[in-house]
């Protein structure tokens, strides 16, 4: 048996569940995240904007193109598109005009998608009728939430309200 089959049925054999397993341990990092639970560092209060997010959206334009980042708060860049690279700058006129803009959105949400990230903070504000509204009302019909949602602090025995977890259904 060669070195890959080998492999191949130890991975196999590692991600088997039992019959009789109660619980299955999820290790992605960003599962905590996407169940509202994890940190979010807030910075200072009068930082302007401030760091309470997961996810942030930034647009770098430059003189010839066009560069969108998803980053992490705490890793960096997640998801980047720029119309520099090769199989994109082939297609466009020009690589920063108004169609370099859609089209970049559209490329930037389907990367988004494709890494599970639909939520991001958007902290841009645009002009109207400009190219970066034009990229970001792109990015909403894509399927792209340009907010995301609170995160969930714990209870606390003297709070009066004691909000419903989302992954707890009461019926």
């Given at each position: ?39 979010r ?52 006129f ?18 988004c998608?494709?890494?599970g ?31 995301e ?17 989302p ?5």
């Open positions: 048996m060669s070195s890959s089959k080998r492999i191949f049925h130890k991975i196999q054999e590692l991600n088997k569940c039992n019959v009789d397993t109660r619980y299955i341990i999820n290790r992605n990092p960003r599962n905590l995240e996407r169940l509202r639970i994890a940190y560092a807030d910075g200072y209060h009068l930082e302007k904007p401030g760091r309470s997010y997961w996810h942030k959206l930034e647009i770098i334009p430059s003189n010839k193109y066009v560069t969108a980042k998803l980053n992490h708060f705490q890793n960096g860049t997640v998801v980047e598109s720029s119309t520099s690279e090769w199989a994109i700058k082939q297609h466009l020009k690589g920063n005009d108004t169609s370099a803009y859609i089209n970049l959105a559209r490329i930037f949400a389907s990367r998608m494709e890494a990230l639909t939520e991001m903070r958007c902290d841009l504000q645009p002009k109207p009728d400009g190219k970066v509204d034009k990229f970001l009302k792109v990015l909403i019909e894509c399927g792209i939430k340009l907010e949602p609170d995160r969930i602090k714990p209870v606390q025995p003297w709070d009066m309200k004691r909000p419903e977890k992954w707890e259904v009461a019926e």
